[in-house]
């Protein structure tokens, strides 16, 4: 073998010795609070519903969680048509998802909100808050 194919060799090996990935994978928690505020923003309450914990679907059930979301939406006082999750905080099988949504109502508006999750056998589930959907609570 020659020295140019020895070197060749040896930086194909090295290259395989890079950590696999400079920034850790999430673990679900971001997506599962995406989903959670997308299907909220599309007003797709079953899929949004289907994202709860069981013990937030048995605290609420599916016509409440309806009616509950139906004010969070109104509360916003613009229609949001953007998700974004700026963050997520993880702590074992905890989780905090920060999240703005935005749209036009007629400027550009934007509302921050944060939602717990808890990690489970279903993957990533959100917990309800307790004041979800009541008066004032998205604001």
């Not at 509950?68 to 993880?90: I, K, W």
């Amino acid at each position: 073998m020659s020295w140019r194919g020895a070197v060749a060799s040896v930086l194909i090996a090295l290259a395989g010795c890079r950590p696999a990935a400079e920034v850790p994978a999430g673990t679900g928690a971001k997506e599962a609070g995406h989903a959670f505020f997308e299907a909220l923003s599309r007003q797709d309450w079953p899929a949004s519903y289907a994202l709860l914990t069981p013990e937030s679907r048995a605290r609420v059930g599916a016509d409440e969680f309806a009616r509950m979301a139906q004010a969070y939406r109104r509360s916003l006082g613009f229609e949001p048509t953007e998700v974004h999750v700026n963050a997520c905080d993880e702590r074992g099988p905890n989780a905090i998802a920060h999240v703005t949504l935005s749209g036009q109502s007629p400027h550009r508006q934007r509302f921050k909100d944060a939602i717990a999750l808890r990690r489970g056998d279903a993957g990533w589930l959100v917990i309800l808050p307790a004041n979800f959907g009541h008066s004032g609570a998205a604001r």
